[in-house]
Protein backbone atom coordinates (compact mmCIF):
# COMPACT_ATOMS: atom_id res chain seq x y z
CA UNK A 1 0.00 0.00 0.00
CA UNK A 2 3.22 2.35 0.44
CA UNK A 3 5.94 2.78 -1.67
CA UNK A 4 8.48 2.02 0.56
CA UNK A 5 6.91 -1.43 1.64
CA UNK A 6 3.78 -3.74 1.50
CA UNK A 7 1.74 -3.24 4.38
CA UNK A 8 1.62 0.00 6.84
CA UNK A 9 5.04 1.38 6.46
CA UNK A 10 5.50 5.02 6.14
CA UNK A 11 1.80 5.69 7.72
CA UNK A 12 1.02 5.43 11.47
CA UNK A 13 -1.21 2.70 12.62
CA UNK A 14 -4.16 4.92 12.26
CA UNK A 15 -5.69 4.37 8.99
CA UNK A 16 -8.57 6.30 9.56
CA UNK A 17 -8.60 10.12 10.57
CA UNK A 18 -11.12 12.14 10.74
CA UNK A 19 -10.89 16.73 11.36
CA UNK A 20 -12.60 19.94 11.57
CA UNK A 21 -12.16 22.05 8.27
CA UNK A 22 -13.44 25.77 9.68
CA UNK A 23 -14.98 28.67 7.66
CA UNK A 24 -12.86 31.78 7.31
CA UNK A 25 -13.71 35.97 6.94
CA UNK A 26 -11.45 38.54 5.73
CA UNK A 27 -11.57 41.34 7.68
CA UNK A 28 -10.24 43.12 4.95
CA UNK A 29 -9.47 42.28 1.59
CA UNK A 30 -7.05 44.59 -0.84
CA UNK A 31 -6.45 43.61 -4.39
CA UNK A 32 -3.11 45.05 -5.35
CA UNK A 33 -2.94 44.03 -9.11
CA UNK A 34 -3.06 41.16 -11.70
CA UNK A 35 -0.12 38.73 -12.41
CA UNK A 36 1.27 36.89 -15.47
CA UNK A 37 -0.24 34.04 -14.76
CA UNK A 38 -3.77 35.28 -14.04
CA UNK A 39 -3.37 35.37 -10.31
CA UNK A 40 -4.04 38.31 -8.07
CA UNK A 41 -2.32 40.02 -5.76
CA UNK A 42 -3.77 40.82 -2.24
CA UNK A 43 -2.97 41.65 1.10
CA UNK A 44 -6.01 40.24 3.49
CA UNK A 45 -6.13 39.22 6.51
CA UNK A 46 -8.47 36.24 7.81
CA UNK A 47 -9.94 35.14 10.65
CA UNK A 48 -11.35 31.28 10.90
CA UNK A 49 -14.41 30.73 12.67
CA UNK A 50 -15.48 28.84 15.32
CA UNK A 51 -18.60 26.33 14.94
CA UNK A 52 -19.12 26.71 11.36
CA UNK A 53 -17.10 23.75 10.25
CA UNK A 54 -17.03 21.15 7.49
CA UNK A 55 -15.99 17.35 9.29
CA UNK A 56 -13.39 15.65 6.68
CA UNK A 57 -13.04 12.02 7.45
CA UNK A 58 -9.54 10.52 5.38
CA UNK A 59 -9.58 6.64 5.07
CA UNK A 60 -6.37 4.88 3.44
CA UNK A 61 -6.94 2.22 1.14
CA UNK A 62 -5.13 -0.34 -1.11
CA UNK A 63 -5.66 1.94 -4.42
CA UNK A 64 -7.53 4.48 -5.72
CA UNK A 65 -9.04 7.87 -4.68
CA UNK A 66 -12.84 8.24 -3.62
CA UNK A 67 -14.55 11.82 -2.72
CA UNK A 68 -18.44 11.78 -1.05
CA UNK A 69 -20.00 14.69 -0.04
CA UNK A 70 -23.53 15.34 1.27
CA UNK A 71 -23.85 18.52 -0.42
CA UNK A 72 -25.39 18.27 -4.49
CA UNK A 73 -23.31 20.90 -5.61
CA UNK A 74 -19.75 19.42 -4.62
CA UNK A 75 -18.40 17.67 -7.21
CA UNK A 76 -18.08 14.44 -6.56
CA UNK A 77 -14.86 13.43 -9.30
CA UNK A 78 -11.24 14.87 -9.97
CA UNK A 79 -13.02 18.52 -9.56
CA UNK A 80 -13.29 17.98 -6.15
CA UNK A 81 -10.16 20.44 -4.23
CA UNK A 82 -10.32 17.61 -1.54
CA UNK A 83 -9.65 15.45 -4.00
CA UNK A 84 -6.80 16.78 -5.62
CA UNK A 85 -5.37 17.53 -2.50
CA UNK A 86 -4.91 14.21 -1.72
CA UNK A 87 -3.37 12.90 -4.72
CA UNK A 88 -1.05 15.42 -4.44
CA UNK A 89 -0.08 14.86 -0.99
CA UNK A 90 0.63 11.02 -2.21
CA UNK A 91 2.66 12.03 -5.26
CA UNK A 92 4.62 14.12 -3.12
CA UNK A 93 5.08 11.58 -0.37
CA UNK A 94 5.85 8.51 -2.69
CA UNK A 95 3.03 6.85 -1.72
CA UNK A 96 1.34 4.53 -3.83
CA UNK A 97 -2.64 3.05 -2.29
CA UNK A 98 -5.46 5.53 -2.39
CA UNK A 99 -7.60 7.54 -0.33
CA UNK A 100 -11.60 7.48 0.47
CA UNK A 101 -12.28 10.99 1.57
CA UNK A 102 -15.71 11.67 2.80
CA UNK A 103 -17.07 15.55 3.79
CA UNK A 104 -19.56 16.03 5.79
CA UNK A 105 -20.81 19.71 4.64
CA UNK A 106 -21.55 22.98 7.15
CA UNK A 107 -20.03 25.54 5.21
CA UNK A 108 -22.53 27.27 2.07
CA UNK A 109 -20.52 26.52 -1.32
CA UNK A 110 -19.75 29.77 -3.57
CA UNK A 111 -20.30 31.78 -0.14
CA UNK A 112 -16.32 33.71 0.31
CA UNK A 113 -16.14 31.13 3.50
CA UNK A 114 -13.30 29.11 2.11
CA UNK A 115 -15.43 26.05 2.49
CA UNK A 116 -13.40 24.04 -0.26
CA UNK A 117 -9.95 25.34 0.44
CA UNK A 118 -10.39 24.53 4.10
CA UNK A 119 -11.84 20.97 2.99
CA UNK A 120 -8.34 20.51 1.22
CA UNK A 121 -6.19 21.72 3.63
CA UNK A 122 -7.57 19.10 6.22
CA UNK A 123 -6.65 16.61 3.63
CA UNK A 124 -3.18 17.78 4.06
CA UNK A 125 -3.35 17.98 7.36
CA UNK A 126 -4.30 14.37 7.73
CA UNK A 127 -2.61 12.57 5.52
CA UNK A 128 0.92 14.26 7.37
CA UNK A 129 -1.08 12.95 10.75
CA UNK A 130 -0.80 9.21 8.83
CA UNK A 131 2.69 9.57 7.50
CA UNK A 132 5.71 8.87 9.92
CA UNK A 133 7.67 11.30 8.30
CA UNK A 134 5.45 14.00 8.05
CA UNK A 135 6.46 16.53 5.48
CA UNK A 136 7.90 19.93 7.77
CA UNK A 137 5.00 22.84 7.18
CA UNK A 138 6.70 24.92 4.97
CA UNK A 139 6.45 22.20 2.71
CA UNK A 140 3.07 21.34 3.59
CA UNK A 141 2.29 25.16 2.35
CA UNK A 142 4.02 25.02 -0.72
CA UNK A 143 2.26 21.99 -1.81
CA UNK A 144 -1.23 23.58 -0.38
CA UNK A 145 -0.14 26.79 -2.58
CA UNK A 146 -0.57 24.33 -6.00
CA UNK A 147 -3.75 23.78 -4.83
CA UNK A 148 -5.10 27.09 -4.99
CA UNK A 149 -4.85 30.43 -3.47
CA UNK A 150 -6.30 30.37 0.14
CA UNK A 151 -5.32 26.53 1.12
CA UNK A 152 -1.98 27.48 2.58
CA UNK A 153 -4.00 29.18 5.35
CA UNK A 154 -5.72 26.30 6.17
CA UNK A 155 -2.57 23.90 7.23
CA UNK A 156 -2.60 25.64 10.22
CA UNK A 157 -6.26 27.74 10.45
CA UNK A 158 -5.15 30.38 12.67
CA UNK A 159 -5.40 34.71 12.27
CA UNK A 160 -2.77 35.50 9.43
CA UNK A 161 -2.16 38.41 7.53
CA UNK A 162 -1.89 36.84 3.43
CA UNK A 163 -0.17 38.87 1.00
CA UNK A 164 0.95 37.40 -2.50
CA UNK A 165 -1.68 35.24 -4.16
CA UNK A 166 -2.79 34.32 -0.71
CA UNK A 167 -0.16 31.65 0.61
CA UNK A 168 2.51 34.21 2.18
CA UNK A 169 1.05 34.36 6.00
CA UNK A 170 2.16 36.44 8.91
CA UNK A 171 0.59 35.16 11.88
CA UNK A 172 -1.74 38.08 14.26
CA UNK A 173 -1.26 37.05 17.67
CA UNK A 174 -3.67 39.07 20.04
CA UNK A 175 -6.69 39.60 18.92
CA UNK A 176 -9.61 39.17 20.48
CA UNK A 177 -12.44 36.51 19.93
CA UNK A 178 -14.91 38.35 17.70
CA UNK A 179 -18.35 37.30 18.12
CA UNK A 180 -19.83 37.39 14.37
CA UNK A 181 -23.17 36.85 12.41
CA UNK A 182 -23.15 35.83 9.13
CA UNK A 183 -25.67 36.12 6.92
CA UNK A 184 -25.66 34.81 3.19
CA UNK A 185 -28.30 35.52 0.69
CA UNK A 186 -29.50 32.48 -1.63
CA UNK A 187 -27.01 33.04 -4.29
CA UNK A 188 -24.01 31.63 -5.11
CA UNK A 189 -20.75 33.82 -6.20
CA UNK A 190 -18.27 32.32 -8.02
CA UNK A 191 -14.68 33.80 -7.28
CA UNK A 192 -12.76 33.87 -10.97
CA UNK A 193 -16.03 35.27 -12.01
CA UNK A 194 -15.72 38.27 -9.20
CA UNK A 195 -12.10 38.36 -9.38
CA UNK A 196 -12.70 38.73 -13.44
CA UNK A 197 -14.46 41.94 -13.20
CA UNK A 198 -12.87 44.23 -11.17
CA UNK A 199 -11.15 47.18 -11.49
CA UNK A 200 -7.70 47.59 -10.17
CA UNK A 201 -7.31 51.26 -8.91
CA UNK A 202 -5.33 50.28 -5.39
CA UNK A 203 -2.04 49.64 -6.02
CA UNK A 204 -0.08 49.38 -2.65
CA UNK A 205 -1.68 47.93 0.38
CA UNK A 206 -2.70 50.08 3.30
CA UNK A 207 -0.91 49.18 6.45
CA UNK A 208 -3.55 48.20 9.24
CA UNK A 209 -1.99 45.89 11.40
CA UNK A 210 -0.52 48.44 13.67
CA UNK A 211 -3.65 49.97 14.17
CA UNK A 212 -5.92 47.07 14.86
CA UNK A 213 -3.31 45.82 17.49
CA UNK A 214 -3.27 48.83 19.40
CA UNK A 215 -7.08 49.18 19.01
CA UNK A 216 -8.78 45.63 18.51
CA UNK A 217 -12.24 46.99 18.47
CA UNK A 218 -11.75 50.05 16.38
CA UNK A 219 -12.82 47.82 12.83
CA UNK A 220 -14.07 50.43 11.04
CA UNK A 221 -10.95 52.13 10.82
CA UNK A 222 -9.46 48.55 9.24
CA UNK A 223 -12.44 46.55 7.61
CA UNK A 224 -12.55 46.87 3.48
CA UNK A 225 -12.75 44.79 0.63
CA UNK A 226 -12.12 45.40 -2.72
CA UNK A 227 -14.05 42.92 -4.61
CA UNK A 228 -17.12 44.56 -2.71
CA UNK A 229 -18.15 46.79 -5.35
CA UNK A 230 -18.57 44.22 -8.28
CA UNK A 231 -20.18 41.62 -5.96
CA UNK A 232 -22.88 44.97 -4.87
CA UNK A 233 -23.84 45.93 -8.30
CA UNK A 234 -24.58 42.34 -9.36
CA UNK A 235 -26.57 41.33 -6.16
CA UNK A 236 -27.62 44.48 -4.93
CA UNK A 237 -29.63 42.21 -1.72
CA UNK A 238 -25.88 42.19 -0.65
CA UNK A 239 -25.84 45.58 0.09
CA UNK A 240 -29.48 45.44 1.23
CA UNK A 241 -27.65 42.97 4.13
CA UNK A 242 -25.11 45.42 4.99
CA UNK A 243 -27.27 48.16 6.05
CA UNK A 244 -29.68 46.09 7.78
CA UNK A 245 -27.03 44.65 10.18
CA UNK A 246 -24.96 48.22 10.70
CA UNK A 247 -28.82 49.00 12.26
CA UNK A 248 -28.01 46.56 14.72
CA UNK A 249 -27.28 47.23 18.62
CA UNK A 250 -23.71 46.40 19.46
CA UNK A 251 -22.79 46.14 15.81
CA UNK A 252 -18.96 47.12 15.10
CA UNK A 253 -18.58 46.90 11.83
CA UNK A 254 -19.69 45.10 8.69
CA UNK A 255 -18.38 43.40 5.61
CA UNK A 256 -18.69 41.03 2.81
CA UNK A 257 -16.12 38.17 3.22
CA UNK A 258 -14.07 37.22 0.25
CA UNK A 259 -15.91 37.15 -2.96
CA UNK A 260 -18.89 36.89 -1.08
CA UNK A 261 -21.87 36.88 -1.41
CA UNK A 262 -21.52 36.20 2.60
CA UNK A 263 -22.17 39.29 4.45
CA UNK A 264 -20.34 39.40 8.42
CA UNK A 265 -20.99 41.59 11.26
CA UNK A 266 -18.69 41.74 14.32
CA UNK A 267 -20.52 42.87 17.60
CA UNK A 268 -19.18 43.87 21.17
CA UNK A 269 -20.65 40.96 22.77
CA UNK A 270 -21.78 37.52 22.09
CA UNK A 271 -25.17 38.73 23.12
CA UNK A 272 -26.07 41.13 20.83
CA UNK A 273 -24.52 38.87 17.92
CA UNK A 274 -27.20 36.06 18.82
CA UNK A 275 -29.75 38.77 19.73
CA UNK A 276 -29.18 40.10 15.46
CA UNK A 277 -28.97 36.39 14.75
CA UNK A 278 -32.70 36.10 16.09
CA UNK A 279 -33.55 39.07 14.37
CA UNK A 280 -31.85 38.48 11.03
CA UNK A 281 -33.62 35.02 10.45
CA UNK A 282 -36.92 36.93 10.47
CA UNK A 283 -35.98 39.82 8.68
CA UNK A 284 -34.29 37.70 6.13
CA UNK A 285 -36.16 34.23 5.89
CA UNK A 286 -34.69 32.85 3.11
CA UNK A 287 -30.79 33.41 4.24
CA UNK A 288 -28.53 31.15 5.82
CA UNK A 289 -27.53 32.65 9.01
CA UNK A 290 -25.07 31.39 11.92
CA UNK A 291 -23.78 32.99 14.49
CA UNK A 292 -20.50 32.21 16.01
CA UNK A 293 -16.64 33.43 17.01
CA UNK A 294 -13.36 34.16 15.40
CA UNK A 295 -10.86 31.95 17.04
CA UNK A 296 -7.05 30.48 17.25
CA UNK A 297 -4.96 27.97 15.57
CA UNK A 298 -5.02 25.69 18.78
CA UNK A 299 -8.65 24.84 18.50
CA UNK A 300 -8.31 22.74 15.30
CA UNK A 301 -5.10 21.06 15.84
CA UNK A 302 -6.35 18.21 17.95
CA UNK A 303 -8.99 16.82 15.45
Known sequence: MCSEAQGLT?????????????????????????????????????LPLKDVCDRVDVELKEAGFTVRCDHPKVPADDENIALKAARAYFEVAGWTGGAYVRIAKNIPVAAG?????????????????L???PLPEPELRGLAARLGADVPFFITPRPALAT?????????????????LLVKPPVSVSTAWVYGRIKLTR??????????SARPWDLTAVMENDLE????????VVGHIMGWLLGRAGVRGVRMSGS???????????????KAGFEARNA????????????????????
Open 229 to 236: PVALEAFP
Open 260 to 274: GPTVFAIFRSFEDAE
Open 131 to 133: STR
Open 164 to 180: GIGEKLQPVEGLPEYPV
Open 203 to 212: GTRRIRIPTL
Open 284 to 303: WPECWVRVSRTCAASDFLSG
Open 10 to 46: GWNVALKVSTAAPAKINLWLDVLGKRPDGYHEISTLM
Open 113 to 129: LGGGSSDAGAVLRLLNR
